[in-house]
């Protein structure tokens, strides 16, 4: 079912149509909306509108917008984070220029708010107010991820917001946007709203995990990138916070050591000290914890049991389980 | 009455509270949007609502809209310009960085869209599409300003398509808000929005022309910026259009020429030039051709004439002309 949407998605997404001038404008969209992704948003949409009995026909704009969104922020984030692949294709600000990818991400931005006014219109101001809320939040998650960059001070709660802002509340508005044009109960909407914000934080923190230590060619990236460039992520800041004094000398030299020569003995170090003190086994045990509050989130959702399974299963196979 | 509508639009611009964290993200907005300038926007909208016999207190979110929509583009073009300094103060970019710049300005285009939200709701989904497309269109006005720079074969016709786009449009769709908010028949609304795009085009010409003709101390700025950038504006463009052999190639000499030191010699050649072809003549035609426009599409519009003498004197006023 969730390939289906997913088709059904990649089907529309592709159907948008960016041949138009001037071509400078709209090709670098055409190029990002073309690099795929699992287009977990946009489906979760879908499948949240046909959960409540909703049309997703009609959820499909919705969906789009969503989508669209996303990858507006990957084109600005690109450009703030100097990331020079995607997907493992050229960033659209290296394949283009900076000015190209600032200016065609506002562009999309502003498609998005297009698409969104194709959705029912009794629906549009509940999906409008949710829509900019979110957008706004996403901006605030990426300012404090800049700001951590330089800042010494953060703790595991600011972290903790900071992936529910970036990350999160996009997933959870995905879903509740469904849910609203499928004409669920604003609670039902709310209670679907936190299993997205709690599975979102799990799957990032799962991101966090993998980066240290996953299987590279499972992973697709290379294993100890967050590492290498000082990431504060949960990993980082619980190892500071269990570290005893050398401990946190140890891993406070690496984070002066920038010397790319010095790479493969810096992640080394660090993983083995988030060995010793147990950090991946607490970041675990933080995931498990999110998972279940998030699957826990449906207990109160007025849906039969067969349709909170396929939740259920969705957020199973998001964090790559095999249940 | 402008005036008054002006200071009603500064207040309410400085009561918008930007006192949130991440500060990061919102303290370059509460700077730009208190480096003053015309509020010519959002007073337009207001007026134009008053005009129809609305209530301008329903005008003014959309009036807001308007202008931290407009100040978000200034925000990223400045980037994208690389200009140092707006309204005589450093440009974002320059006072915090690039990422700033960016991210605030998303903020912005958000922003907007949730003042406009709070327009009245049976009156929404037609501001929302205007302001949409408008918006859409500044990106692609900005995208060909950014594609000419390196254009040698570009066009009057295309130049004027070009600032109908990165300016008028946003001036009109002003004007249309407001119309719509007072409750204007399409057809009113739609001619008020062809005033402000003569307007607009005859406004952008107008600062074309004393960019090369003004008066430094009335203008603000210095004499000869576009020309010392090689800014192929109206006046540059019609100049190669009637230049002889020899003169072309004077043209094109001086704009091969970027050598700061060259500067005062370059502005003075190419006014010469202008002056021998009578650029500045046909200029000024075309101002009051689309000055004319303007006014001229006034006249199907079933208002009185006495609210449409305050349309063609503020049409005067922003001309500069003390009619």
Not at 94 to 113: E, F, P, Q, R
Not at 191 to 200: E, H, S, T
Not at 234 to 239: I, Q, R, W
Not at 240 to 256: H, I, V
């Amino acid at each position: 079912m969730i390939k289906q949407l997913q088709q059904q998605v990649e089907e529309q997404v592709a159907a948008l149509n960016w041949s138009m001038e001037p071509q400078g404008l709209y090709q670098p969209i055409e190029y990002v909306l073309s690099l795929g992704g699992k287009r977990i948003r946009p489906v979760l949409t879908l499948l949240a509108c046909e959960l409540f009995g909703g049309d997703k026909s009609q959820a499909m704009p919705a969906a789009l917008a969503v989508e669209v969104f996303h990858n507006f922020t990957l084109l600005h984030d690109d450009v703030m984070d100097r990331a020079d692949t995607r997907r493992g294709m050229p960033t659209v600000h290296k394949k283009w220029n900076d000015n190209t990818a600032i200016l065609s991400g506002d562009a999309m931005l502003i498609k998005a708010y297009q698409l969104l006014q194709q959705a029912p219109l009794d629906k549009q101001p509940a999906l409008f107010g949710l829509f900019s809320q979110t957008a706004v939040e996403v901006c605030e998650g990426q300012q404090y991820d800049v700001d951590f960059e330089n800042d010494l001070t953060v703790c595991i709660p600011q972290y903790l917001e900071m992936i529910r802002l970036k990350t999160a509340v996009l997933l959870a508005a995905a879903l509740k946007m469904g849910a609203i044009i499928g004409g669920a109960s604003e609670q039902d909407a709310q209670a679907l709203y936190n299993y997205g914000i709690n599975l979102g934080l799990a799957f990032q923190l799962r991101d966090d995990y993998l980066d240290s230590f996953g299987d590279a060619a499972v992973f697709g990236k290379k294993i100890g990138g967050d590492i290498c460039c000082n990431k504060k992520t949960f990993l980082m800041l619980t190892a500071l916070q269990k570290a005893n004094k050398e401990q946190r000398d140890q891993l406070e030299k690496w984070m002066d050591c920038n010397n790319e020569s010095c790479f493969e003995q810096k992640v080394a170090s660090v993983l083995a000290i988030y060995k010793d003190l147990q950090v991946d086994v607490r970041c675990e045990e933080a995931i498990q914890q999110y998972f279940e509050k998030s699957v826990g989130s449906l207990e109160n959702i007025q849906l039969p049991d067969n349709k909170k399974d396929i939740l259920v299963n969705f957020a199973n196979k998001l964090m790559g389980r095999n249940k």
